[in-house]
């Protein structure tokens, strides 16, 4: 009797040692979770895990006295959490290449975007050297004015969204198309410059 009765205790004593690890040690779900987890979190686990690991190897009195179903735990975060940052490098360096183009793409839209900026027509232009002169890349003006909506279909305005008065709306100018304009304009003779300053939206 005495025997199965230390049978027995020592049987619910691995079942509830085998509890407290299911419950630390992370399942399938647990990882899929962890896949869709930002990476910095997961290099964070990674590193958490293997500096366990390492110290426990190293025989660090700190973690003697760890169970070995921990450290189990430990080199299992180590292994998905290492795996998440192998996948985020991986899909880096994948799409590397064409984010490289599509900057190589967007560089060259730019330059072309800035190089029409002379077949504006005369009052268009006004309103860039305006804004230009008055120093100021957001500007407000009337709802859908008629000088702007060519600019802004042609991408030298932006319209700003949200809710705001139709008399005063605000707008702005794209930092490339700003950038040109403030270093152009700004070299015009000041006669020319004066003549700039008046307000170019009228009802």
Known sequence: MGEL???GRRRRRGAAIAGQAAA???SLK???D???A???VALAACIGSAAVLVGEAFGLHYLSTLPDWLLGAAFLVCVFSGAVVAVAILRFLFSLPRKMLAARRRAKWKRKHVEELQFLPPQELHVLAWAAQCGTQVFTAPYNHQLLEPLIA???VQMIGGHHSI???PYRIPDHIWEQASNEFASWP??????????PFQW
């Open 154 to 156: 042609k991408g030298y």
């Open 24 to 26: 630390v040690i992370p």
């Open 30 to 32: 647990d990882f899929t």
């Open 190 to 199: 000041p006669e020319e410059q004066e003549k700039q300053l008046a307000y």
């Open 167 to 169: 008399v005063n709306w």
């Open 34 to 36: 962890a896949m869709s």
């Open 38 to 40: 930002s990476w910095p």
């Open 5 to 7: 009765g230390g049978l």
